[in-house]
């Protein structure tokens, strides 16, 4: 079983509403949670970390928020855009440094 | 400043050949990935190397799938014997101290088609 399970698998969504992104994880002991977006075609890029002791944190139109006690996690879109469609994936560290991946969110934005 | 350079792009290769995938970590990133992305999927760990460290090759699929690294710089990956599912893209990361709290800065990835 995958240590780390991201919900909903895709998603479609009108420009400009907003949509939240889910993963929860078993990964034990934790040390950071870390949200990427991957382009179509491109390499994973790092939206935000957050660590154990942080509940929320904002990039611009991204919150991610943590529950560590339920081990989850969320990132919420605002005003989606055109340019927000591609994969959301959600990475969590170990303290050992290993790294467990999430399939990723396939978010598509309509206008 | 740079980033992460995987080569080639693309490649197409028959069944049964090698290939030899490059990558061109940040300079000063002691740390670097191998994943394997399959059409759809999520990203699939291959091997890690860490600074003079024994790589952790525990993703390698199988015997045909190996890597080096030349000390803190570039890292090849080759494939023997290529089969037609390994056509995947292959990513290259970087990060400093092992991406602890810092993040891994992916490449563009290698699209590999097996023919």
């Known amino acids: 079983k995958n240590q780390v399970e991201q919900s909903p698998q895709s998603l479609i969504i009108l420009e400009g509403k907003n949509c939240t992104l889910q993963?929860?994880?078993?990964?034990?002991?934790?040390?950071?949670l870390r949200w990427y977006k991957q382009d179509t075609g491109r390499g994973p890029v790092s939206l935000t970390i957050?660590?154990?002791?942080?509940n929320t944190k904002s990039n611009g139109r991204y919150t991610a928020t943590l529950d560590a006690d339920t081990k989850q996690s969320s990132l919420h879109i605002t005003a989606s855009q055109l340019s927000d469609s591609a994969s959301y994936i959600c990475?969590?560290?170990?303290?050992?440094?290993?790294?467990?991946f999430g399939k990723g969110n396939q978010v598509v934005v309509i206008p | 400043g740079a980033g992460v350079s995987q080569s080639p792009s693309n490649k197409v290769t028959e069944k049964g050949k090698d290939v030899e995938l490059r990558c061109d970590p940040i300079?000063?990133?002691?740390?670097l990935y191998w994943y394997r992305q399959r059409l759809g999927q999520g990203l699939e760990f291959l091997i890690y190397?860490?600074?003079?460290?024994?790589?952790?090759k525990s993703g390698l699929p199988s015997d045909r799938f190996s890597a080096e690294r030349t000390g803190e710089s570039v890292s090849t990956l080759t494939i023997q014997r290529t089969q037609q599912e390994d056509s995947a893209v292959y990513l290259c990361?970087?990060?400093?101290?092992?991406?602890?709290?810092?993040?891994?800065?992916f490449g563009n990835g290698t699209r590999l088609t097996v023919t």
């Open positions: 990361a970087s990060s400093l101290e092992g991406g602890k709290t810092t993040p891994l800065h």
């Open positions: 957050m660590t154990f002791s942080e």
């Open positions: 300079s000063g990133h002691t740390a």
């Open positions: 990475v969590v560290s170990a303290r050992n440094n290993r790294l467990a």
């Open positions: 993963c929860n994880y078993t990964v034990s002991p934790f040390s950071n």
């Open positions: 190397f860490q600074g003079n460290s024994a790589p952790d």
